[in-house]
């Protein structure tokens, strides 16, 4: 998006704001599905929890996407936008039975992940199919905070446990019609991701009744220039040869699918904020936005590095700051970074910001969420009213006691 469009949007919504450019999730999209356009069944379910708001569901179901959902209320968001039951998939860690039955019982595909529930699951509804999903113990990505595939991982069934899942299965007489891996977030090599392919192929002639098998997701993309990326478009031409070759053994034409958030909404997003105060100190220049952690917390939860432009002075000079927020704490977007001279009032945008972002933003301070704007066919679209004083007060009771 232009810097002048980002800054008309800041002025008109005000800040701090979340901007979603709609055609470059369309591309990201069709990308995906043109890497794949060789498999016969290409299934691609967006991962709810990356970017929620209900236009941004109801862009992705007018362009045939499926849904990923970890939560009731994802399911609930995503049969509110419009998605036919069948086009989702849940894919909790840890929730109850209740809650699984209760999701099932609205025609959610349900994909479970560990043998207790799978058990007690299949004891009472052994009519109703169900995926299972394994953990290959393969190691996505460096950082542990978003590998799930590790021995010690709490996500899947583990891969050395197939001979009790099987008796389970047995005993049940329940059906598995999917197979499913995620290894987590940020694969950097796709011979990673074709080695944990494997195990899930040989984890799968295990079971006759399968109708599709779920390769996840943590493809990377990139946060500034020269970043590294998944190749997409390489190891949609490598799998696709392995998974129509395992299709011919296992003598029936699957569906291939993926749940990818980050990859189809990560780039797509701007986060503006303006700039409260500069602040010089003995050692370092802060720059201090309206925002903090509880708007965005990637920065400090995970160390993502989400580039920084003064998109009021984009040809100024440039000048290392610190970029910070105004919590009632440390709460560093960026170290030392290298940004325009900054004048206090300017719009500082943060790129990368379509995952994980506003999904994970707070009220901490008593601040308001911000408000989101969908940049679609070249017009500014509110999605979601920055949040007002009633919906902090919203839900609690003032006791009168006092
Ligand atoms: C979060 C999640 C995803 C999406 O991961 P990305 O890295 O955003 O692509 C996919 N599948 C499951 C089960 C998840 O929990």
């Given at each position: 998006m232009e810097n002048n469009t980002l800054l008309k949007i800041a002025e008109e919504f005000g800040s701090p704001v979340y901007v979603y450019d709609a055609e470059k999730i369309v591309s990201q999209y069709k990308r995906l599905s043109s890497a794949f356009s060789k498999v016969k069944k290409l299934k691609i379910n967006y991962a709810t929890k990356a970017l929620s708001n209900i236009s941004v569901l109801k862009l992705f179901n007018s362009l045939g996407s499926g849904?990923?959902?970890?939560?009731?209320?994802?399911?609930?968001?995503?049969?509110?936008?419009?998605?036919?039951?069948?086009?989702?998939?849940?894919?909790?860690?840890?929730?109850?039975?209740?809650?699984?039955e209760e999701v099932s019982a609205m025609g959610v595909q349900i994909n479970i992940d560990n043998l207790s529930i799978l058990e007690q699951f299949g004891a009472k509804h052994p009519k109703v199919p169900v995926c299972i999903r394994i953990n290959p113990h393969v190691m996505?990505?460096?950082?542990?905070?978003?590998?799930?595939?590790?021995?010690?991982?709490?996500?899947?069934?583990?891969?050395?446990q197939i001979p009790l899942l099987l008796r389970i299965v047995e005993n049940t007489k329940m059906t598995i019609n999917g197979i499913h891996m995620h290894t987590g977030s940020d694969i950097l090599d796709i011979d990673v991701f074709l080695y944990a392919s494997e195990i899930l192929f040989d984890t799968a002639k295990h079971f006759p009744d399968l109708e599709f098998m779920d390769f996840g997701s943590g493809f990377k993309v990139p946060y500034s220039k020269g970043d590294i990326e998944t190749n997409?478009?390489?190891?949609?031409?490598?799998?696709?040869?392995?998974?129509n070759?395992?299709?011919?053994?296992?003598?029936?034409?699957?569906?291939?699918?993926?749940?990818p958030g980050k990859f189809l909404v990560s780039e797509s997003g701007f986060f503006l904020t303006k700039v409260n105060v500069v602040k010089q100190t003995t050692s370092t220049v802060f720059?201090?936005?309206?925002?903090?952690?509880?708007?965005?917390?990637?920065?400090?939860?995970?160390?993502?590095?989400?580039?920084?432009?003064?998109?009021?002075?984009p040809a100024g000079r440039e000048r290392f700051y610190s970029v910070v927020g105004y919590?009632?704490?440390?709460?560093?977007?960026?170290?030392?970074?290298?940004?325009?001279?900054?004048?206090?009032?300017?719009?500082?945008?943060?790129?990368?910001?379509?995952?994980?972002?506003?999904?994970?933003?707070?009220?901490?301070?008593?601040?308001?969420?911000?408000?989101?704007?969908?940049?679609?066919?070249?017009?500014?679209?509110?999605?979601?009213?920055?949040?007002?004083?009633?919906?902090?007060?919203?839900n609690q009771i003032e006791l009168e006691a006092f």
């Open positions: 849904l990923d959902t970890v939560s009731i209320q994802e399911v609930q968001l995503g049969l509110k936008a419009g998605f036919n039951p069948k086009d989702i998939i849940f894919t909790p860690n840890g929730v109850s039975l209740k809650e699984i996505a990505g460096g950082n542990t905070n978003i590998s799930v595939g590790h021995i010690d991982s709490k996500f899947g069934i583990s891969i050395h997409i478009e390489e190891l949609g031409e490598k799998l696709t040869k392995r998974f070759q395992f299709c011919k053994e296992y003598g029936k034409t699957l569906t291939l699918a993926f749940e720059a201090q936005v309206d925002s903090g952690f509880n708007h965005l917390i990637r920065p400090m939860l995970y160390g993502s590095k989400h580039e920084i432009e003064n998109i009021s002075n919590i009632c704490e440390t709460d560093t977007f960026a170290n030392n970074r290298r940004i325009t001279e900054i004048s206090e009032g300017d719009i500082l945008c943060f790129k990368n910001a379509g995952a994980y972002c506003f999904t994970m933003a707070s009220n901490y301070n008593s601040r308001y969420r911000p408000a989101e704007v969908l940049w679609y066919k070249g017009k500014a679209h509110l999605i979601r009213k920055q949040e007002s004083f009633e919906d902090i007060l919203r």
